[in-house]
């Protein structure tokens, strides 16, 4: 196709030249970045797009939207950014948002070299100096759990996410294990009564060993209904969880603000929102107290940066979903959204191997319990290709696991 033109004249005759996408893989889960190159010689820029599930459509439909940004000035962002958010006429789909997340992320990534800033500065600047994180902590028993966390907390992070393992392959968090119920049609299935009357008795452990001041958080991964997590809300509030994180699958969300009022247990969201809108919409209604996307599934820094703005308004603060898959350019954008907010209230972490290091020279690590950006202009990461070509994605590996949770029953249950 013809390149595409703005209706207007730019100040420099700065040119996007070339967009693709590299899928690489060091941690065993699909990462997906994308590579904007201008006519400023050694002037790139990069950026998130994953979604390790479906990595190999979201980088052929970067492919398709390339044409669609080559040709134009990388510092017309928001301009592009709509473009390619209404180029496909129905929008708002999880693969179609991490393509654009990875184009916009790189145009964001570019700014900042270009003006010699890191992003957080382009965002307004600091207001804190790093993002406290939280890791996670699972084991086989209570007692491995809650040596993970010891081992956790003993490295400076004061956040801890706790999981115990369930009978099932289902067991979210921690490693699993099958053939819980062999009287049962699925022997390898997951029991949510099971799971309500464990996770109480973890969390009694857990503040009983570990302290007062520790704050322990945990994930239900949207699978129980609305009246469920209201039980174990009032199972926990004696032990005063940081946060109950996707209590309720997404289809139940219009019962937010039902289930936001009973507990005394604050509420964490937002995982599996493809949607900026959405996302916004319930931040409007209430009943989130922490509102956790996956800024590459809602389109990248650029809406992201509008759902700050809106927490902090509502009082809602975030807490960005950032696990091994998010790669580390998206885990940079959360930083930067993390340091130059005050709607701020804790950052998912993850420690990156040695193998992703390489890839990503420059990746962000924490130190004694906080993320702090990097100073360079941009995101201050980069990317060493021939080593990320080492490191192929493995097609399925969710899919297969996912079809695979279910409960005693045989129901297919949320993964």
Request: aromatic share 8%; proline share 8%; glycine share 10%.
């Amino acid at each position: 196709m013809a390149e595409t033109r703005a209706p207007w004249e730019d100040r420099d005759g700065v040119r996007i030249t070339r967009v693709r996408p590299i899928v690489t893989a060091p941690e065993g889960v699909a990462l997906v970045i994308v590579r904007i190159e201008t006519s400023e010689d050694g002037l790139v820029g990069y950026g998130c797009a994953t979604f390790a599930q479906q990595f190999a459509a979201v980088a052929r439909l970067v492919v398709h939207l390339a044409p669609l940004v080559v040709g134009r000035n990388p510092a017309d962002r928001g301009d592009l950014v709509r473009m390619l958010h209404h180029s496909g006429y129905w929008r708002d789909g999880p693969v179609g948002n991490s393509a654009i997340s990875g184009i916009d992320q790189a145009l964001w990534d570019l700014a900042g070299k270009r003006a010699g800033m890191p992003v957080y500065e382009l965002l307004g600047g600091r207001v804190r100096a790093a993002a406290p994180i939280y890791l996670h902590a699972g084991g086989d028993t209570v007692e491995q759990t809650l040596d993970e966390a010891r081992a956790i907390l003993a490295s400076g992070v004061g956040h801890v996410r706790i999981q115990s393992r369930q009978p099932g392959l289902g067991s979210y968090g921690t490693p699993r294990w099958g053939g819980g119920y062999p009287d049962s049609p699925y022997p390898d299935g997951w029991d949510p009564r099971q799971y309500l009357r464990a996770t109480p008795e973890l969390f009694r452990r857990a503040r009983e060993e570990l302290g007062a001041d520790v704050e322990l958080l945990h994930d239900a991964h949207s699978r129980l209904s609305v009246r469920e997590a209201r039980t174990l809300a009032d199972d926990l509030a004696p032990y005063r969880p940081f946060f109950l994180e996707d209590p309720i699958p997404p289809e139940a969300y219009d019962r937010l603000p039902e289930l936001g009022a009973a507990s005394r247990v604050p509420i964490a969201v937002g995982e599996l929102f493809t949607s900026a809108s959405a996302a916004a919409g319930a931040v409007r209604r209430g009943g989130i107290d922490f509102l956790r996307v996956h800024v590459s599934a809602v389109g990248g820094l650029t809406p992201a940066t509008r759902l700050t703005a809106l927490c902090e308004l509502e009082g809602v603060r975030t807490a960005w979903h950032a696990p091994a898959d998010v790669s580390p350019f998206g885990a940079a954008a959360n930083v930067a959204l993390d340091v130059a907010s005050p709607a701020f209230g804790i950052q998912e972490g993850h420690v990156y191997s040695d193998a992703a290091v390489e890839v990503f020279p420059g990746t962000l690590q924490p130190e004694q319990g906080h993320l702090a950006p990097s100073p360079a202009p941009g995101w201050g990461i980069g990317l060493d290709e021939r080593a990320a070509a080492r490191f192929e994605p493995q097609p399925y590996a969710h899919e297969r696991w996912a079809a695979q949770v279910r409960r005693p029953d045989g129901f297919l249950e949320s993964p």
